[in-house]
């Protein structure tokens, strides 16, 4: 599934030397349900998953017999076989956590008690949550004995001396990342390229989040949730989304002045440069679902926390480094909160051509101040959704474009580059051209999900030289160390 490591920094190279001057990534928190990335154990620690075991072989902590082990899996070069590759991973992991407190220098150790003493506001319930969770055969907390469930000081000082290596090896693991981390966000930096993060409007149930802090969620006495998160029918599903996440209380959240919130922003803002929050919607109103509903479909929009909560995130971030997923189903008081707050919203290519020229979505009425994208991890790829359009709108996508639809993508690619939107996300499917088969999420659906991948060959220099000389041609393209090439072609890299 990638590991921050030298295959990461190579791509970022990539990217930089394709005239890129940015990189939004998907949340990179410790995923659970259903691999997915917007359901994760944590909204403040980094996935072990991506922790490079080559890195950690270079610093004598894995043999190279168990680093060949761990990099076997099951999987093909361009889908992912989570199953087998967490197992490795995480056996690899535990290994070179036990030979590290053996015999790693006491600088590196001492790093890490560094790291454990700066972060542990969090770190400890997290690594505390994640020992427990292991211990109880990866139940949720709630199907806990009732003394842990409800964190019981008695029951806890216990189990944390009962699980004393379990939780240090989740600390390790926490530390790890975060070096990792930090040095390739220095490289990309280096290059030139702005890192964008990726922060879900809420948290996964089961996660060290709900367990710490009951009392800011929707939860009744035994710690279930009254009410869930999702979205009504819309564009994506017929039913709705159903997503399962507990709802806030807002009302305490405000009277505590959005403390939470403003420690998970400045974490995230410890990652990345720029956040984009999913589903920006939720903080002018929610849609409530009842818990025991199936679907999405018997719900009700109930009013967020509004202006006092971006004025309350002034307080730490003045000049709100946010991007506003608007999505869906957006009224005049959404946009009117995010327009207030001068934050760029998203425009999405593949909404824009079932409507007529006044559609929102087509370039030519963009605002500046928005972000573009051809799709996103919850469409189809671009290929895929022209495919499977209505002839009407295939046409209107011709005709608007001057195009036979044979290269669809890179053609939507070139109009996103030639909008006067300030931001172009390019997902890396429609960079490649490539089917529905490489679609990273199908929303409303939890399996079969994030599984695609792609590897270095797929890039290659012929598709970075077309997108550099796209870059220049409209005055996007970074320095990212900048090479004197002259990329005199601007056909598609196919043609």
């Given at each position: 599934?990638?590991?921050l490591?030298d295959?990461?920094?190579?791509?970022?190279?990539w990217m930089?030397?394709?005239?890129m001057?940015?990189?939004?990534?998907?949340?990179?928190?410790p995923?659970?349900?259903?691999d997915?990335?917007?359901?994760?154990?944590s909204?403040f620690?980094?996935?072990p998953?991506?922790i490079?075991?080559?890195?950690?072989?270079?610093?004598?902590?894995?043999?190279?017999?168990?680093l060949?082990?761990?990099?076997?899996?099951?999987?093909?070069?361009?889908?992912?076989?989570?199953g087998?590759?967490?197992?490795?991973?995480l056996?690899?992991?535990t290994?070179?956590?036990a030979?590290?407190?053996?015999?790693a220098d006491?600088?590196?150790?001492?790093?890490v008690?560094a790291?454990?003493?700066?972060e542990?506001?969090w770190l400890d319930?997290?690594?505390t949550?994640?020992?427990?969770?292991?211990?109880?055969?990866?139940a949720?907390?709630n199907?806990?004995p009732e003394?842990?469930?409800?964190?019981?000081?008695?029951?806890?000082t216990?189990?944390?001396?009962?699980?004393a290596?379990?939780?240090?090896r989740?600390?390790?693991?926490?530390?790890?990342?975060d070096?990792?981390?930090?040095?390739?966000?220095?490289?990309?930096?280096a290059?030139?390229?702005t890192?964008?993060?990726?922060?879900p409007?809420?948290v996964?149930?089961?996660s060290?989040d709900v367990?710490?802090?009951?009392d800011l969620?929707?939860l009744?006495?035994?710690?279930?949730?009254?009410h869930v998160?999702g979205?009504?029918?819309?564009?994506?599903s017929a039913?709705?989304q159903?997503?399962?996440?507990?709802?806030?209380?807002?009302?305490?959240?405000?009277q505590?002045?959005?403390?939470?919130?403003?420690?998970r922003?400045?974490?995230?803002?410890?990652?990345v440069?720029l956040?984009?929050?999913d589903h920006f919607?939720?903080?002018?109103?929610?849609w409530q679902?009842p818990?025991a509903?199936?679907?999405?479909?018997?719900?009700?929009w109930?009013?967020?926390?509004?202006?006092?909560?971006?004025?309350?995130?002034?307080?730490a971030f003045?000049d709100?480094?946010?991007?506003a997923?608007?999505l869906?189903?957006?009224?005049?008081?959404?946009?009117?909160?995010?327009d207030?707050?001068?934050?760029?919203?998203?425009k999405?290519?593949?909404?824009a051509?079932?409507?007529?020229a006044?559609?929102?979505?087509?370039?030519?009425?963009?605002?500046r101040?928005?972000?573009?994208?051809?799709g996103?991890?919850?469409?189809?790829?671009?290929?895929?959704?022209?495919?499977?359009?209505?002839?009407?709108?295939r046409?209107h996508?011709?005709?608007y474009?001057a195009?036979?639809?044979?290269?669809?993508?890179?053609d939507?690619?070139r109009a996103?580059y030639?909008s006067?939107?300030?931001?172009?996300?390019?997902?890396?499917?429609?960079v490649?051209e490539?089917p529905?088969?490489?679609r990273?999420?199908?929303p409303?659906?939890d399996?079969g999900n994030?599984g695609w991948?792609?590897?270095?060959?797929?890039?290659?220099?012929?598709?970075a030289h077309?997108?550099?000389d796209?870059a220049?041609?409209?005055?996007?393209?970074?320095d990212?160390?900048?090479?004197d090439?002259?990329y005199r072609?601007?056909?598609?890299?196919?043609?």
């Amino acid at each position: 599934m990638g590991r921050l490591g030298d295959e990461a920094k190579r791509t970022l190279d990539w990217m930089a030397d394709a005239g890129m001057r940015a990189w939004q990534l998907l949340p990179l928190g410790p995923t659970g349900y259903g691999d997915s990335p917007y359901q994760a154990f944590s909204a403040f620690a980094g996935n072990p998953y991506l922790i490079s075991l080559e890195r950690l072989a270079e610093r004598g902590l894995l043999t190279d017999t168990e680093l060949a082990d761990a990099n076997q899996h099951d999987g093909t070069p361009r889908r992912i076989d989570y199953g087998s590759v967490i197992t490795r991973q995480l056996e690899a992991l535990t290994r070179a956590e036990a030979r590290f407190w053996r015999e790693a220098d006491s600088s590196d150790q001492e790093a890490v008690h560094a790291y454990h003493a700066r972060e542990a506001h969090w770190l400890d319930g997290y690594a505390t949550f994640m020992a427990l969770k292991e211990a109880h055969g990866g139940a949720p907390w709630n199907a806990w004995p009732e003394p842990l469930r409800d964190r019981d000081d008695t029951a806890l000082t216990a189990a944390r001396e009962q699980h004393a290596t379990s939780i240090r090896r989740h600390v390790t693991w926490q530390a790890w990342f975060d070096a990792q981390w930090r040095d390739l966000r220095d490289h990309a930096h280096a290059r030139g390229l702005t890192l964008i993060g990726d922060l879900p409007i809420f948290v996964a149930y089961d996660s060290a989040d709900v367990w710490l802090h009951r009392d800011l969620f929707d939860l009744d006495p035994q710690g279930n949730p009254h009410h869930v998160a999702g979205v009504p029918p819309d564009y994506f599903s017929a039913t709705g989304q159903r997503w399962g996440n507990p709802l806030y209380r807002w009302d305490v959240m405000e009277q505590r002045g959005y403390a939470w919130w403003r420690e998970r922003l400045d974490a995230t803002l410890k990652q990345v440069d720029l956040v984009r929050i999913d589903h920006f919607r939720g903080f002018e109103s929610y849609w409530q679902i009842p818990a025991a509903e199936p679907t999405a479909v018997k719900g009700s929009w109930q009013p967020g926390p509004g202006q006092a909560f971006f004025d309350a995130l002034r307080t730490a971030f003045p000049d709100l480094p946010i991007i506003a997923e608007d999505l869906g189903v957006i009224t005049p008081e959404v946009e009117a909160l995010r327009d207030a707050n001068d934050l760029p919203g998203m425009k999405v290519l593949q909404f824009a051509f079932a409507g007529d020229a006044s559609d929102p979505y087509l370039p030519h009425n963009y605002p500046r101040n928005a972000v573009v994208y051809t799709g996103t991890h919850d469409n189809d790829t671009t290929v895929g959704w022209y495919t499977q359009a209505p002839e009407k709108e295939r046409d209107h996508v011709r005709r608007y474009l001057a195009s036979d639809g044979r290269h669809v993508a890179l053609d939507l690619l070139r109009a996103a580059y030639a909008s006067v939107a300030d931001l172009v996300i390019a997902p890396m499917q429609d960079v490649l051209e490539l089917p529905s088969e490489a679609r990273m999420n199908l929303p409303g659906t939890d399996a079969g999900n994030w599984g695609w991948r792609v590897t270095f060959d797929q890039l290659g220099e012929g598709k970075a030289h077309w997108l550099r000389d796209l870059a220049m041609l409209y005055g996007r393209a970074g320095d990212g160390e900048a090479r004197d090439t002259p990329y005199r072609q601007s056909q598609r890299p196919s043609d």
